[in-house]
């Protein structure tokens, strides 16, 4: 991860500066975050920014994160996305030590909260429908307005003790704050805080049939962990508002500081919670951990690194403003982590069989690969060759087009770290297509070097028959086809082509080995890890995490 001035540096962190300096808001305090995810899905690339920025910015400033479930609404929150969120951004290399909270904690603090306001005429209990609310909601030069805003303060504190004790049905009534029906800002013209909803929760059960809105929870929970710095996205700025009036109006331990920042966009992909479950549930991905997904479980099983993905993160910066990043400048930060830290290794994708004629029936040898160019700490791992080997059909053309240095009739390659050999024919089936290919080694050349110094413009992977191991590979494209899918309708916006699964490919039998979370570069092929829900040693199975071919083009 990269940090120095320029990139660690932000307006966040220049607002916490102010608030700790002599005179500021939290002079001679601990700063203290928060990271609030809900608990009805998986966290994607988007959260993973706010991650870093949370648990960041406390690390910096010497100070402390919290971890809170924002469990408040029933409908989608499970047990499983808790262990799931957890998991995630443990991966990442963040903690959050014993400072594991969940909203559903702070229930009982959040009735007697509401209590309070009503109490002090500050929220009444309304009975507007949904839709009657959205009809009495006014515009700019019309106020809103609820009937019910008037209601004396012991009416309102009978019917919500009857709201809690479950005598109405769902949508019956709510509890609203008392604010400003005429306010510019629409989110303080008398919003809901509480409504009903009876379904059990994940945590509570059905102890609770009454629940809060997030924009009167989250203050609150805020609060009672007495955090400094509430740190969220761009769209909670016009809620700020809310917020405030929520911590000044109650009778709280501490005063938080809600700062907003944007969120992060990618092209040619979805980070809704709402469209990835849509996706889930109608099968269109394997699941939330799909390798096409943007999910920190799909991001991990195609062979993401945390290490990408926190330089990412902190290249993109914080800014005021929304905007849309290239998909491409994910890839090139994973690119850059992998050629230093992925283990080289051979497969052929499409295998075609190469003989060479010349080379002994009875003999093998073995060559030594090195298992990383760059870091010789790593080591080397030997592969065996012999006559009967596989190579791309990609790498040999019977009538070699201009400019293709391959295999073909009476030209030579390089066979990588082994021998120079000349193609002398090939065979072919009835329907013409090429089925085996023959060539003859150069003794002399062991190692790739011509003894007579002649030059070889062509060098290409191979696997040996005898020992090379079947796997099934995987080849992953942008699940969308077009940049902006939620331009309009995201479903039409599928990429038919976003998986291509290839059977029978041929590796070198040292991938046999290979465990969930190791890197290989395939040479000449790109990145890829083991698949780590589907791999065993029975089938092995490998994702394409990146292409070798660095699409991203640097701005100037």
């Known amino acids: 991860m990269i940090k120095n001035e320029e990139t660690w540096s932000n307006f966040i962190h220049d607002f916490i500066e102010e608030d700790l300096a002599p005179g500021g808001a939290y002079e001679g305090m601990k700063v203290h975050t928060r990271f609030p995810p809900e608990p009805n899905g998986c966290l994607h690339i988007g959260h993973a920014k706010a991650i870093c920025i949370d648990f960041g910015t406390a690390e910096k400033f010497g100070g402390l994160c919290n971890l809170r479930m924002d469990d408040t609404n029933p409908t989608k929150e499970d047990t499983e996305f808790v262990e799931n969120i957890k998991r995630d ?53 019309t106020p809103a307005v609820s009937p019910y805003r008037d209601r004396p303060v012991q009416e309102s504190l009978d019917l919500f003790a009857r709201m809690k004790n479950g005598e109405f049905e769902d949508g019956k009534m709510t509890l609203r704050a008392k604010i400003d029906l005429a306010s510019g800002n629409f989110n303080m013209r008398d919003p809901v805080i509480y409504r009903i909803n009876h379904m059990a929760h994940h945590r509570t059960g059905t102890e609770w049939c009454i629940y809060p809105m997030y924009d009167f929870a989250h203050p609150i929970e805020d609060a009672l962990e007495c955090i400094t710095h509430s740190l969220c996205s761009l769209e909670f700025e016009d809620h700020r508002p809310l917020y405030n009036w929520v911590i000044e109006n109650l009778d709280l331990p501490s005063k938080p500081r809600q700062i907003e920042f944007a969120r992060l966009g990618i ?24 390798p096409r997904m943007p999910t920190l479980s799909g991001l991990r099983r195609r062979g993401y690194t945390p290490a990408s993905i926190r330089n990412f993160c902190e290249r993109v910066g914080v800014a005021k403003v929304n905007s849309t990043i290239e998909y491409g400048f994910l890839e090139h930060c994973l690119r850059e982590d992998l050629n230093e830290n992925a283990t080289r290794a051979m497969v052929v994708l499409h295998p075609l069989r190469l003989t060479i004629t010349n080379y002994p029936e009875d003999k093998t040898e073995d060559f030594e690969v090195d298992n990383s160019p760059t870091r010789p700490e790593e080591g080397i791992h030997t592969v065996s060759f012999s006559r009967n080997l596989w190579i791309e059909e990609e790498d040999f053309m019977e009538e070699p087009v201009k400019g293709y240095f391959r295999l073909s009739p009476g030209r030579e390659v390089r066979l990588k770290s082994a021998y120079i050999v000349r193609c002398t024919g090939c065979r072919k089936d009835e329907n013409g297509r090429v089925t085996e290919v023959f060539a003859e080694y150069d003794p002399e050349s062991r190692g790739g070097n011509a003894a007579d110094g002649r030059k070889i413009k062509g060098t290409i992977h191979w696997a040996e028959v005898a020992s090379a191991v079947s796997v099934e590979v995987r080849l992953y494209d942008n699940l969308f086809a077009v940049a902006d899918p939620e331009a309009g309708d995201f479903m039409e916006a599928l990429n038919p082509d976003s998986l291509l699964v290839l059977e029978g490919c041929q590796a070198e039998p040292y991938l046999s080995t290979a465990q969930p979370g190791d890197s290989f570069q395939f040479m000449r092929q790109g990145y890829f890890c083991p698949d780590e829900a589907d791999s065993s040693a029975e089938h092995l199975v490998f994702n394409r ?12």
């Open 89 to 141: 951004i443990r991966w990442l290399g963040f903690d959050w030590a014993d400072r594991f909270y969940y909203a559903s904690d702070y229930f009982p603090r959040m009735y007697e909260c509401a209590v309070e306001l009503i109490k002090k005429g500050l929220a009444y209990v309304c009975e507007l429908t949904p839709e009657e609310m959205r009809q009495n909601r006014g515009d700019l030069n």
């Open 267 to 290: 092209d040619h992909t979805v980070m809704s919670k709402r469209k990835l479950r849509t996706l889930v549930e109608n099968g269109v991905v394997g699941g939330w951990d799909d």
């Open 545 to 556: 995490s990146v292409s070798l071919k660095d699409s991203f083009k640097r701005k100037a």
